[in-house]
């Protein structure tokens, strides 16, 4: 089970996206803007950029968030969003032997790919502390003969083992990540993986990170989700068909009725 966690927003997000509204649309200064800049009129600002679609002003409000228990297929799938900032935990420098790994629902639903599964994790993390192991052995030799003392060469040499072990690692390898985005590209984001047509894992993710940024940015994210939540589907042929049922599903988590 994903655990996401929204650690740190630009303070007062909606009000520092209707200060940005405000300069384009007034003659406003720098030391009023922020001036009578109740959360009712931030919100109509926000509400209006939306209407008219000028999206630039939503880049000024960030939201940081950690990410864990997620696997290397999720990583993959994440960071092909540019627009972000990614601190991953790094496979060179952590060992993994004994690695976690995520069990997809499915796989842990049907009692012989279960077993297929586990099986082919215990011989992953097999195969990974061997490989680390004689990688040590040599480097260890090597260092030794170009000088090295005894402690500083094992403590080399399991470093650098590892970092070729890695590569027999699977891609349910559990990792954990920070993850910054601004609005605009969260809402990119949301647009592409709340869809049902994104895979489970990153559906989650992005379920639960929209769910956290509407307790602190409503309006920011009042449209958030799948396209189908503010308008037509545009997937076609591949539709899920449940837009009804997909709209009203994110009308109920953003206004917390449902976990
Ligand atoms: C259901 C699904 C299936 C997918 N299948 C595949 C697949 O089979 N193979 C695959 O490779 N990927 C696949 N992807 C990933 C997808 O193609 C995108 O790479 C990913 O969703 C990131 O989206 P993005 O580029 O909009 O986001 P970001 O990288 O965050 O970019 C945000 C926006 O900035 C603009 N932008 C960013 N960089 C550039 C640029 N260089 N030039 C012009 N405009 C730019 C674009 O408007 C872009 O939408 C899939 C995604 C989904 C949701």
């Not at 880049?59 to 290397?72: D, L, Q, Y």
Request: proline share 5%.
């Amino acid at each position: 089970m994903p655990k996401v966690t929204l650690i740190s927003h630009t303070p007062e997000p909606e009000k520092t996206v209707a200060a940005a509204a405000k300069l384009c649309y007034s003659n406003t200064g720098a030391d009023k803007l922020m001036e009578n800049l109740t959360a009712d009129k931030a919100a109509g600002f926000v509400q209006m950029l939306a209407e008219i679609g000028h999206e630039s002003p939503i880049e000024h409000a960030s939201f940081t968030f950690a990410i864990e228990g997620v696997s290397r297929a999720f990583l993959a799938q994440i960071t092909r969003h540019r627009i972000a900032s990614y601190s991953v935990q790094s496979q060179r420098y952590v060992n993994k032997g004994q690695f976690e790994y995520i069990l997809p629902p499915e796989i842990e639903a049907e009692p012989q790919a279960k077993a297929e599964f586990l099986q082919a994790m215990a011989e992953a993390e097999h195969h990974y502390e061997r490989i680390a192991e004689i990688l040590a052995g040599t480097h260890k030799a090597r260092l030794l003969q170009q000088g090295m003392d005894e402690k500083e060469a094992a403590k080399k040499a399991a470093k650098m083992a590892i970092e070729d072990a890695r590569f027999v690692l699977p891609n349910a390898c559990d990792t954990k990540m920070v993850v910054t985005m601004n609005a605009r590209s969260l809402l990119n984001f949301f647009r592409h993986r709340c869809c049902s047509r994104a895979q489970w894992e990153i559906r989650e993710v992005a379920d639960e990170m929209l769910r956290q940024v509407c307790q602190v940015a409503p309006n920011l994210f009042a449209q958030a989700g799948p396209p189908c939540v503010s308008g037509p589907c545009p997937e076609g042929k591949m539709s899920c068909g449940e837009m009804l049922k997909v709209r009203e599903r994110y009308i109920q988590m953003k206004t917390g009725e449902v976990e």
